[in-house]
């Protein structure tokens, strides 16, 4: 069974320009995360996706920031206009059962994201 | 403010010792406690976790002590071995739905 995948592995892009990362979760998972980790810190919670669904967003730090996941299956992550400051590496992470919180949470590779 | 945090960023141990990692938590609303492990260029991987019904909790050589009253938990590995070598993360989660809070990491070094 395929992990958890996410595109791209890397991304470098220039400040003021826009990003989409994908996160594609396991197979059959209704919950669906989003996670940062800024400058070797630790690991922050984004928002949480129940199928299509936003359950809870509110670690996202700001309007630049618009995750989506239509029809419950794969999510993106798009930055607009993209700050120095959003630089780090952000984390996908998918559990399987809607309504059970300690559910295993099953983390991809992550995307790192290179403002300059 | 953190609210789970690894005060030890890095830690080195001989192979065949025992590891000891640390994590200490301020939200007293925290009642399940996970461990993870985290390669370079790869997610971190679920290692151990542990109920606030508990004290402990061992699997192999992973052993997750759980201190309420400290709000302080420690991860113990032994023996050490290179390939435990990573970062270790320590989350909690409570009633505020499936959001995992993470500490910084510690950095494992395991010398043969």
């Known amino acids: 069974e395929a992990g958890v995948t996410q595109f791209p592995s890397h991304s470098v892009i220039e400040k003021g320009q826009t990003v989409t990362l994908r996160c594609d979760p396991i197979?059959?998972?209704?919950?669906l995360y989003w996670y940062r980790r800024v400058m070797g810190k630790e690991i922050k919670f984004l928002l949480h996706f129940v199928k299509e669904s936003k359950q809870d967003e509110s670690g996202m730090p700001n309007n630049r920031f618009l995750a989506e996941r239509t029809g419950g299956t794969y999510s993106t992550l798009k930055v607009q206009p993209a700050e120095l400051e959003d630089s780090g590496v952000y984390f996908c992470?998918?559990?399987?059962?809607?309504?059970?919180?300690?559910?295993?949470?099953?983390f991809g590779p992550g995307t790192r994201l290179t403002v300059l | 403010d953190q609210q789970v945090k690894q005060n030890s960023p890095s830690l080195s141990v001989q192979e065949g010792r025992i590891s000891i990692l640390n994590c200490d938590y301020t939200n007293s609303m925290f009642d399940y406690f996970l461990w993870y492990k985290k390669y370079p260029a790869e997610g971190p991987t679920f290692l151990i976790s542990i109920s606030s019904i508990k004290d402990k909790n061992e699997d192999g050589r992973f052993t997750v002590f759980l201190n309420k009253s400290a709000k302080h938990l420690s991860l113990h590995i032994v023996p050490s071995q290179p390939g435990d070598s990573a970062v270790y993360f320590c989350?909690?989660?409570?009633?505020?739905?499936?959001?995992?809070?993470f500490g910084g990491g510690t950095r494992l070094m395991v010398k043969p």
């Open positions: 989350a909690a989660n409570g009633d505020a739905g499936n959001m995992l809070t």
């Open positions: 197979s059959g998972h209704d919950n």
């Open positions: 992470a998918s559990s399987q059962v809607a309504g059970q919180p300690r559910d295993e949470q099953f």
